[in-house]
């Protein structure tokens, strides 16, 4: 949280945003990063407890919204409930895909990351469209990208599911952040966009453990360049440019193969597919964003919902347990900090979300 903290405190001091070398992200964040400044200079503890509060708040809000709509039951605050219409505490079907992303969790809270505010922002885009309330749908999501981009991922998404409404209010709204954004700064606007995309975008590759997106494992896996304390597992040698060719063009098949998915199965119930398939397209964030710390992960959580309630009588629920206990038994209170710092070089995190993110392709779209 600091980090957004002293983005806006730089904005609002008229300071050169990007002196701070924490900012990553486009000149828009630090603008609506102002009011989390002048909080902080009201109460520095105070803020921060209102933060996780939120926090916490909008991680039940996203499970509760998820049964209700998938499964149309209520999530409950307590600990059992005899009405077979609720889901309490101790219900296996919140307490399980909770005590499963757990490891998640804790890290999101403990680095009060603004991660699980952009899911639930984009989910209440997807109900506002639902709903054929485009306008606000579109100009909450244009808000979250210009702050951190990687929801951008739905415009592509937006345009196949034939959304046009909400895709052109999306474009408009980040016309309009542009907007704020050049009468804010200035002059100077222009190269901020340019110097946020040279530093965080053209060479912003962090080939490094605490990074666990899929550009910087292959760059690990295919560059000579360590993730973690000197140690290499490279299979070649190839440059930084030739892995991120390499990674863009594993990425572009993955999206091929989830676009056949959707599109055969595109004559299902629509409002049911378009809710499923975009929580979809937004578990593949922390994979396909160029950064992503631990705590981006928690854009898989209401994909495990809908895949641990769909798998849970069958043999193959095995297939969600076994990588969701791989990232959760590789944190440091099991392995200690080494160990669990190698297994994140290795990609055991990246590439058990990825699974998490194909497999719910397949289960929760695919009819045939």
Known sequence: MGRYIE?????????????????????????????????????FVGIRLVWLLSMLATYWLIFKWTISFFITKELVFRLSTQNKNEISLTNPLFLLP??????????KISNLQV????????????????????????ILLALVISTKVYP??????????????????????????????????GDGSTA????????????????????????????????????FDGWYFNMASLTISQTKIL??????????????IFYKNRDQEQVQVLAIQWLIVLSFIPVFSPLAWKCYFVFIAPIVILLYNKLKSTSNKWLLYIP?????FTSEIFLGNTLSDVTESLGFI???????????????????
Not at 98 to 107: D, S
Not at 119 to 136: D, E, N, P, R
């Open 152 to 185: 951008i991922i739905l415009i592509p998404f937006l345009l196949f599911k034939r959304e046009f409404r909400t895709t052109l209010w999306t474009i408009i709204g980040l016309g309009l952040t542009h907007v704020a954004v050049l009468f804010y700064f």
């Open 247 to 260: 990674t863009l063009s594993v990425i572009g098949s993955i999206g091929l193969w989830v676009s056949y």
């Open 192 to 227: 901020l966009y340019q110097q946020w995309y040279t530093k965080q975008v053209a060479d912003g590759l962090q080939c490094i453990h605490y990074n666990q997106s899929l550009w910087s494992f292959f760059c690990g896996l295919f560059s000579d360049t360590s993730r």
């Open 115 to 138: 991660n699980v505010s952009i899911l639930a922002v984009c989910i209440l885009s997807l109900i506002l469209t639902l709903k054929q309330k485009h306008f606000w749908a579109g």
């Open 98 to 107: 909770f005590l499963l992303t757990l490891r998640i969790f804790i890290e």
């Open 7 to 43: 983005a806006g405190k730089l904005a609002w001091q008229g300071d050169y945003i990007y002196s701070a070398h924490r900012n990553t992200w486009p000149p828009f964040m630090s603008i609506a990063s102002i009011p989390l400044h002048w909080l902080n200079e009201v109460s």
């Open 324 to 328: 969701l206990f791989i990232i959760t």
């Open 350 to 368: 990246t590439l058990s979300s990825l699974f998490i993110s194909l497999l719910a392709t397949y289960k929760l779209t695919n009819t045939s």
